[in-house]
């Protein structure tokens, strides 16, 4: 059973703990976290939900999921990433980009997400092949470029998670920055 903290809208804990299932069903205020991972060469990780997730099975997104009760959004990260795609990347290496409010209904699964998203970025130097994939959560593991995903993004590609997400054209444009600043071209 996942348990997470209850927000109010302004993104304060109200004390009550709730599971998962229970908050999307009340569209109750919590907190999500998202990784963009990066290795070296500038290139983005994406993993392809399993197909028997509920929500967008098959497609390729981040990694990320829920910050559960009493724990902060940056164990939270570093968690998912060991849940997921089996490597424990320092705390260190994660930077806050940014924390963004959303509230999104989804009306074929009757789930309303209320979250307060935290979105982090890591530089790594692993191969596809160093990572471990959670069968239950991820299906594939590929590495593309900012280029590729702009594309993706452009031509509406619906095998991306991303091309849904509110100004995501902002997000590939501090990728691209970021590569810039700090990978090998």
């Known amino acids: 059973m996942e348990l997470l903290d209850v927000l109010d809208e302004?993104?304060?804990y109200t004390g009550q703990v709730e599971e998962r299932k229970v908050i999307h069903e009340k569209?109750?205020?919590?907190?999500?976290v998202g990784v963009w991972i990066m290795n070296k060469k500038g290139e983005l990780l994406f993993q392809q939900r399993s197909m028997q997730k509920k929500i967008n099975p098959g497609k390729w997104t981040r990694t990320g999921g829920h910050v559960d009760s009493?724990?902060?959004?940056?164990?939270?990260?570093?968690?998912?990433?060991?849940?997921?795609?089996?490597?424990?990347?320092?705390?260190?290496?994660?930077?806050?980009?940014?924390?963004k409010k959303e509230e999104v209904y989804i009306p074929d699964y009757q789930v309303t997400n209320r979250h307060f998203i935290y979105s982090y970025f890591a530089i790594v130097d692993y191969k596809i092949?160093?990572?471990?994939?959670?069968?239950?959560?991820?299906?594939?593991?590929?590495?593309?470029?900012?280029e590729e995903m702009?594309?993706?993004?452009?031509?509406?590609?619906?095998?991306?998670?991303?091309?849904?997400?509110?100004?995501?054209?902002?997000?590939?444009?501090?990728?691209?920055?970021?590569?810039?600043?700090?990978?090998?071209?």
């Open 27 to 32: 569209g109750l205020w919590h907190i999500h």
């Open 10 to 12: 302004n993104g304060n």
């Open 150 to 185: 702009e594309k993706a993004y452009e031509n509406k590609d619906d095998n991306f998670t991303f091309i849904k997400w509110k100004n995501i054209d902002n997000v590939i444009e501090m990728l691209k920055k970021i590569r810039k600043e700090k990978c090998l071209q």
């Open 70 to 99: 009493g724990e902060t959004p940056l164990q939270a990260v570093q968690r998912e990433t060991c849940e997921e795609i089996g490597v424990k990347i320092p705390l260190d290496k994660f930077e806050l980009l940014s924390v």
């Open 129 to 146: 092949e160093d990572y471990t994939k959670q069968e239950e959560e991820v299906s594939d593991l590929k590495y593309i470029t900012v």
